[in-house]
């Protein structure tokens, strides 16, 4: 919260803006250094501190408490829009993961499972590919919860449609939900956690 009151009158030139960006509110060692803004008004604010968001605090909380509950966690997937991508470690640097190779791997078979559904092309690539970024919370599954296997997904459309951008067209939104069902299933069975059990 911002702490102003919505009745008060705005000086002029003033601009009021609350919260930030989820998906750079995450605690990680590289927090707040990379592709983030220190005004509270941009798109890329990771806010004043890591989880001083209730829904990030939420989500961590949660996971934390299922770690500590003695459940095993064995990834971490998380969806956003847009671009058709799917995005492997890292996001805060472009530095190779020591588990590149099954990365590359478990994501090649992701996006033949979306290309097998309904024809849609999905890039395969790290994350900080896009754009390097600080406080993703696929970063800190990775960091804190010790998982190989944490992954982002954008969702359709692709870049090159990017008039269409956050406003999917609704006749698209099912033919999403199968390529993604689809590309989940290829996930988990490509999972390092199962992949060292056999």
Not at 95 to 101: G, I, K, L, S, T
Not at 105 to 134: E, F, T, W
Request: with cysteine; charged share 25%; aromatic share 10%.
């Amino acid at each position: 919260s911002s702490g102003i009151n919505a009745e008060w009158p705005l000086r002029p030139g003033y601009k009021r803006c609350t919260g930030s960006d989820p998906n750079r509110n995450w605690n990680h060692t590289d927090w707040g250094k990379r592709g983030v803004s220190t005004d509270p008004c941009s798109e890329v604010y990771p806010g004043g501190k890591p989880f001083d968001q209730d829904n990030t605090a939420a989500v961590r909380d949660h996971l934390l408490g299922l770690r500590d509950a003695g459940r095993q966690i064995v990834t971490y997937v998380t969806y956003h829009s847009y671009s058709q991508l799917f995005l492997t470690p890292y996001g805060w640097t472009l530095d190779d993961h020591p588990e590149r190779a099954h990365h590359k791997a478990l994501g090649d078979a992701v996006v033949k499972a979306i290309k097998d559904r309904h024809g849609k092309i999905y890039i395969n690539q790290k994350s900080a590919g896009l754009y390097p970024a600080s406080g993703d919370s696929a970063d800190w599954a990775e960091e804190t919860l010790g998982l190989v296997d944490s992954y982002t997904f954008e969702l359709r459309p692709s870049a090159e449609e990017w008039r269409i951008g956050f406003k999917l067209p609704k006749e698209q939104i099912k033919a999403t939900g199968e390529e993604n069902v689809s590309a989940l299933i290829a996930l988990i069975k490509n999972l390092k956690y199962f992949k060292d059990k056999n």
